[in-house]
């Protein structure tokens, strides 16, 4: 769209993202041929819908595509998307908000610290592949932070575009060419989806599975032996051997083991003869690269760069030939009945003094909504998540592409729901349409691509521009939300974490030096300590203990359970190393933390509890602490989406092509007047 983002990476621990921040161009994935490296198709598990093929052999570890996807945060979500009332509390209510069958771990993304409450959707590979835990073949990264040359205080653009891109997807293992690719949507994404979906096998199904083929096997020949699984050695023929399989695979009382077994009894032959279930599955999952040029579509044709567009950020530019009505995209859709839900609204004192929502202040718009089509008369929302989608700029008179609905994939797009009601929409619970992006003249390869947003977009746009002034520094990270606390406001331009945790030259200030000169109000300083010792206490002592110590790198920044010891702290002390200290050279990152001469003297205090009723504090004081021991992130509320002055606008589906059943804007204003009414 018109405003879009790019940006650097916030975690140091980012897999391949440090490593591919590149300008965008073809990487090692891609040779110089014209072919398409992603196509969308059916997919090969049966009822799945879309699928996501590679168009070309990929080896193990690279780049899967292009470049990566973005994300977009939808925060505090319980809180804001609840149904309307003023007493509703923070993480509770019920709401249907679609694209929570998109969401990833925040954490995982890159995107844990925006908020207290972070939901994150990723389009391209965080959307359209499928999961499969037989053939997992994708390995998926965090995405990386860059708001696209967009400040706050020189650029009207600042705020309006999501700060994360690139979200890498990489091979897991060595991928032919024409095979499906599948992420990992994790076991509770489908345990806490029965009632939606089958029972989708998990990774334990295909064990148990086979244990069941080879029975199945015994039974067939009278032998443990898979060289006797030969037609002349069956004691069933093969039309009952597929009654036989027809009536395992369809039995009523469904089981996830079941659903693992191959889907025909040939196939489940093979995988007996194999020795595994995986080895069947991976040839059933290829398809033809002629069957995707002829039915798939290809999502290759477009890629981000810096946007031609003053204030627009990134922007999507062809990286081939694409003829006048020739494809620049597909577009699969997810549908979001009520726009309404992607206000954010005040807080303010309910009667008992707890804080409730304040229905009559929204002050802002999640950030999706900069993203999504929609119409002045609907309450629909439209959110493309195909590759690079979001990407595509506005421009109300040299846009060299439109909009239309798809004329195939009927395994995917109803095309009756283009006749539905949004009422009817509310309860489809998962995606089923999909708009194309076409070329309105001949498109060059290199050349940007833009559509036209609609003159409302426009408009307001145009307004926006006109009342916007920026950010001032003494007024900069205005919190908006009470449960975040406003502290010290720093000096200075914005830093990221990112900046700060790379910077190697730089001494990192002390407690007293941050008195005179603190760190900007967005940062907070967090040291690798373990806190956890076997010191035990069967009552809360009455002072606090301290603890000090020097610093043991591989007690502290050992892992533990998935997760670091990675904690609030406050530099007291900062001295030079000795000349043979190379306490903070043995990390992967050894020439960075070589040129940092200062150790560190550091504290922290941690609360803990006995017998889980009382609670009390300990301090430990951790001496010689390296440079790379200290680390930056930002606080919750302070990145550029949550810029009060930010621009928020949908995009809107041309009159032509929007459904007059859609159009129910009047019909629920007047449901609203008869609400407020009763």
Not at 163 to 190: K, Q
Not at 233 to 247: N, P, S, V, Y
Not at 268 to 296: C, F, H, P, W
Not at 322 to 341: N, T
């Amino acid at each position: 769209m018109y405003l879009k983002a790019t940006m650097f990476s916030r975690r140091l621990t980012t897999v391949a993202a440090a490593t591919m921040l590149f300008s965008c161009e073809v990487t090692a994935a891609a040779d110089d041929s014209d072919q398409c490296l992603l196509y969308l198709a059916e997919s090969t598990i049966p009822n799945a819908g879309l699928g996501m093929f590679t168009g070309v052999p990929v080896e193990e570890g690279q780049l899967l595509g292009r470049v990566g996807d973005a994300a977009f945060a939808t925060v505090d979500q319980d809180w804001h998307m609840s149904p309307a009332t003023g007493m509703i509390s923070k993480h509770s209510g019920d709401y249907h908000w679609p694209l929570t069958n998109y969401d990833w771990n925040a954490p995982d993304i890159g995107l844990g610290d925006e908020a207290e409450d972070v939901s994150v959707t990723v389009n391209g590979f965080g959307a359209a592949p499928n999961c499969h835990f037989s053939l997992l073949n994708v390995d998926e990264h965090a995405a990386t932070y860059d708001a696209a040359g967009l400040n706050r205080y020189t650029s009207p653009g600042a705020g309006a575009i999501t700060p994360y891109w690139n979200r890498t997807s990489t091979a897991m293992r060595d991928i032919a060419a024409g095979s499906e690719l599948y992420v990992d949507y994790g076991p509770n994404w489908f345990t806490s989806r029965e009632g939606h979906f089958q029972l989708v096998p998990l990774a334990i199904s295909y064990e148990s599975a086979l244990e069941f083929l080879k029975s199945y096997g015994k039974m067939l020949v009278g032998t443990d032996s898979p060289d006797d699984l030969v037609e002349d050695k069956m004691m069933i023929g093969d039309e009952a051997q597929k009654d036989l399989w027809d009536f395992i695979k369809t039995h009523p009382y469904v089981s996830r083991e079941r659903q693992a077994l191959p889907e025909t009894h040939k196939d489940g032959i093979r995988a007996i003869k194999a020795g595994d279930i995986m080895t069947v599955e991976v040839e059933n999952s290829i398809r033809s690269i002629e069957y995707l040029e002829e039915q798939g579509k290809c999502v290759d044709n477009i890629v981000p760069k810096q946007s031609t567009i003053p204030h627009a950020g990134r922007g999507a530019f062809a990286t081939r030939f694409i003829p006048k009505g020739g494809l620049v995209a597909p577009a699969p859709l997810v549908h979001m009945a009520d726009k309404s839900k992607a206000n954010m609204y005040a807080e303010k004192k309910g009667p008992t003094g707890n804080i409730i929502r304040d229905e009559e202040n929204i002050v802002h718009k999640q950030i999706i909504l900069n993203y999504c089509f929609g119409h002045p008369n609907s309450t629909l929302l439209l959110f493309p998540y195909s590759s690079n989608v979001v990407y595509i700029n506005h421009h109300s008179t040299k846009y060299n592409a439109k909009l239309r609905w798809t004329n195939d994939f009927d395994f995917y797009h109803h095309k009756d729901w283009l006749e539905k009601s949004v009422d009817f929409l509310e309860n489809q619970w998962t995606a089923g349409l999909m708009l194309e992006y076409v070329a309105t003249r001949d498109i060059q390869p290199g050349e940007e691509v833009f559509i036209d947003y609609g003159e409302e977009w426009q408009k307001a746009w145009d307004e926006h521009v006109k009342k916007w002034e920026p950010t001032t520094k003494e007024s900069d990270y205005n919190n908006m939300t009470w449960w975040t606390k406003e502290a010290e406001r720093g000096n200075g331009d914005p830093i990221t974490a990112y900046e700060m945790n790379i910077a190697d030259h730089v001494s990192i200030r002390t407690w007293s030096e941050q008195q005179s000169n603190p760190y900007p109000h967005s940062l907070v300083m967090q040291c690798y300590v373990n806190t956890n010792h076997y010191v035990e206490y069967l009552y809360a002592p009455k002072t606090t203990p301290v603890f000090r110590r020097s610093f043991d790198e591989e007690t502290d920044m050992a892992e533990d359970e998935g997760e670091f010891h990675l904690i609030d702290c406050q530099v007291r002390e900062r001295y030079e190393k000795g000349e043979d200290d190379s306490s903070d050279d043995s990390s992967d990152d050894d020439e960075q933390q070589h040129n940092h001469k200062y150790l560190y003297v550091v504290e922290v205090d941690v609360e803990k509890t006995v017998d889980d009723d009382d609670s009390f504090r300990e301090h430990h004081i951790i001496t010689d602490v390296p440079w790379n021991a200290i680390k930056f992130k930002e606080k919750h509320y302070t990145s550029d989406v949550f810029l009060k002055n930010a621009f928020r606008h949908e995009m809107k589906l041309p009159d032509e092509i929007f459904p007059k059943s859609w159009m129910n804007f009047e019909e629920q204003k007047q449901k609203a007047k008869w609400y407020q009414l009763w």
